[in-house]
């Protein structure tokens, strides 16, 4: 089975400016995905980025991009120029290939984006 | 733009009684999942369905949980009876076919919050 850990429960950060969220993940499977989701409060949870295993290159979604290092079994989110509509839960999450497309979710990571 | 539906979006029940949850994925996705996410905790998978067979329910509490979407569209989530740890949002998210383009990638609904007093 798969694990997804976030070590960080909460996170602020000052509007415009840069943050990482952290995320590893356990798993022998070759092929699968990593995605990060948003869920703003009260709202349903939104794909932001993912990340196809095969691919070397990290990938960018406008201000969101991933650091993807497969041999330390880490993906992490950096988010650039913050804003405030970005203050939410955002939830890591490993999608295994090999056993009909299962999503399996770390414990999220709250948020803040401060003025 | 196609959305996933969900029903009720609220509900307050009281222990022991019975409970049903109702999900309309979008059209045309063969992939259906079931999430139950305790507040202010990731969601955790109950139920998967391809069309109308289970692809995987390790983690449906059988005792007194059942899934069924038995014309491969729409799909029911029940719970008899509640019991107060059920208090938690429900999600359902749709995906195309596997091995479809867009496959990985769900679309999640708005979630049915239920309440168990």
């Known amino acids: 089975a798969q694990t997804v850990t976030q070590s960080q429960p909460e996170m602020s950060v000052q509007e415009a400016e840069t943050v990482t969220l952290s995320c590893t993940y356990d798993?022998?499977?070759?092929?699968?995905?990593l995605f990060w989701y948003k869920q703003p409060p009260s709202r349903q949870m939104i794909l932001v980025i993912r990340q196809e295993a095969y691919k070397q290159q990290n990938a960018t979604e406008n201000r969101f991009s991933v650091n993807f290092q497969k041999a330390a079994k880490s993906f992490s989110l950096k988010i650039s120029d913050s804003q405030l509509g970005d203050t939410a839960m955002y939830f890591c999450?490993?999608?295994?290939?090999?056993?009909?497309?299962?999503?399996?979710f770390g414990g999220g990571t709250r948020l803040m984006v401060k003025p | 733009e196609a959305e996933v539906a969900q029903s009720p979006r609220y509900k307050i029940t009281e222990k022991s009684q019975a409970v049903a949850f109702w999900c309309d994925p979008i059209?045309?996705?063969?992939?259906l999942y079931w999430y139950r996410q305790i507040l202010g905790q990731g969601p955790e998978l109950l139920v998967q369905?391809?069309?109308?067979?289970?692809?995987?329910d390790s983690q449906l509490p059988k005792d007194r949980f059942s899934a069924e979407r038995l014309k491969g569209v729409d799909s029911t989530l029940k719970i008899q009876p509640a019991e107060l740890g059920d208090s938690a949002m429900y999600l359902c998210?749709?995906?195309?076919?596997?091995?479809?383009?867009?496959?990985?990638?769900?679309?999640f609904g708005a979630g049915s919050r239920l309440t168990v007093l």
């Open positions: 059209s045309g996705h063969a992939t």
């Open positions: 798993t022998s499977e070759n092929n699968y995905y």
């Open positions: 369905f391809q069309d109308e067979s289970v692809v995987d």
């Open positions: 999450a490993f999608m295994n290939v090999n056993a009909g497309n299962m999503l399996t």
């Open positions: 998210a749709s995906s195309t076919r596997q091995g479809l383009v867009g496959a990985n990638v769900l679309t």
